[in-house]
């Protein structure tokens, strides 16, 4: 039985995120062609990518997706990108230095905007080819993922259709840090010894997946960073959660802003003031009740129909819009 009393059945950890269907054998019957490559970060070491794009289709949009701390581009996410195949979009992802198969020490960013940089270079590329030219694109990050996509937008104004902003982490939940004076010494070692993972943390999958049967898929990720967080990471998020709170009021790019108000990972009121302060004239919020950090691979099915049923909602209008600049 569940916390929350539904009657969960006997669970075995599938092989795959999906069950155990091989992932060539999944994405053929899917009609999804899957590319896997790896490219040069330019700072000394190798960036995993994927594409999943569907064949019996045109592609309507191009979707390129930024994961969450301590996530990579090989588990679950690998079912977020294939929902946007189901709409008719193709989509893109990295792993982020530090995170899955790229390079870095696991668990480690040193430097969000060149972490950001790279997204950008990335997704100019698929964005830039000639086979997606002039096909709506956008941003659709979660957690950390949705800070970075502020981040792209701050690059590069003109250049995405829209953002979809997931729990983005524009402040850290105050549940999440740790308490005075902690944070002060943590953050003075992190001068010192950066890469020390030593922050005192609860485990994510738990604060952030509702369904007990997805929080073991959650766990069983072989490529999850679960260690503690490391001092640099955390002065890293820090800084860019309170420029990213600062700068609110730059936002200027149509975007849906999806946050559960029992997240506890990040502060869904930040989302709200997002809302309430950016400048775009063409945003949209759902602060979903009842719902935690992960929405669409961590609630109950139930709940991802209607926030799946939003996100294509809003997809549709703007796909139907005007195209990339």
């Known amino acids: 039985m569940s916390e929350d009393g539904r009657q969960v059945?006997?669970?075995?950890?599938?092989?795959?995120?999906?069950?155990?269907?091989?992932?060539?054998?999944?994405?053929?019957?899917?009609?999804?062609?899957n590319e896997r490559k790896f490219i040069d970060s330019g700072r000394g070491f190798r960036i995993f990518t994927q594409s999943w794009v569907p064949l019996s289709l045109p592609v309507r949009a191009l979707i390129f997706i930024v994961?969450?701390?301590?996530?990579?581009?090989?588990?679950?996410?690998?079912?977020?990108?294939?929902?946007?195949?189901?709409?008719?979009?193709?989509?893109?992802?990295?792993?982020?230095?530090?995170?899955?198969?790229?390079?870095?020490?696991?668990?480690?960013?040193?430097d969000i905007n060149a972490v950001a940089q790279d997204c950008y270079e990335y997704f100019m590329s698929v964005k830039q080819s000639q086979a997606f030219a002039g096909i709506p694109c956008f941003l659709y990050g979660e957690s950390m993922g949705g800070a970075i996509c502020l981040l792209l937008h701050f690059i590069d104004p003109g250049a995405w259709n829209g953002a979809?902003?997931?729990?983005?982490?524009?402040?850290?939940?105050?549940?999440?840090?740790p308490p005075w004076p902690v944070a002060q010494i943590?953050?003075?070692?992190?001068?010192?010894?950066?890469?020390?993972a030593?922050?005192?943390?609860?485990?994510?999958?738990?604060?952030?997946?509702?369904?007990?049967?997805k929080r073991e898929i959650g766990r069983n990720n072989p490529l999850r960073y679960a260690g503690k967080p490391r001092l640099g990471t955390i002065l890293a998020l820090l800084k860019t959660t309170a420029y990213l709170e600062e700068h609110l009021h730059d936002v200027d790019i149509p975007f849906l802003a999806l946050h559960g108000n029992a997240d506890v990972v990040t502060d869904p009121s930040v989302t709200q003031s997002l809302y309430e302060c950016s400048k775009s004239n063409d945003k949209t919020?759902?602060?979903?009740?009842?719902?935690?950090?992960?929405?669409?691979?961590?609630?109950?099915?139930?709940?991802?129909?209607?926030?799946?049923?939003?996100?294509s909602s809003w997809l549709d209008i703007h796909i139907n819009g005007n195209p990339c600049q």
């Open 164 to 177: 979809i902003l997931v729990a983005p982490m524009c402040k850290i939940s105050d549940k999440m840090r």
């Open 9 to 33: 059945k006997d669970f075995r950890i599938p092989l795959f995120p999906w069950g155990d269907t091989p992932e060539a054998e999944y994405y053929a019957r899917k009609g999804v062609r």
């Open 285 to 311: 919020i759902r602060i979903y009740e009842g719902m935690m950090h992960s929405l669409l691979q961590g609630e109950y099915d139930d709940n991802v129909s209607i926030i799946l049923g939003d996100i």
């Open 67 to 110: 994961h969450g701390y301590g996530n990579d581009i090989s588990w679950t996410l690998q079912n977020t990108a294939m929902l946007f195949t189901d709409m008719g979009c193709a989509s893109f992802a990295l792993d982020l230095e530090g995170h899955g198969r790229s390079g870095g020490l696991k668990g480690y960013i040193p």
């Open 186 to 196: 943590l953050q003075f070692l992190a001068k010192f010894f950066p890469t020390w």
């Open 198 to 213: 030593v922050v005192p943390a609860e485990d994510l999958v738990d604060k952030s997946i509702k369904d007990p049967v």
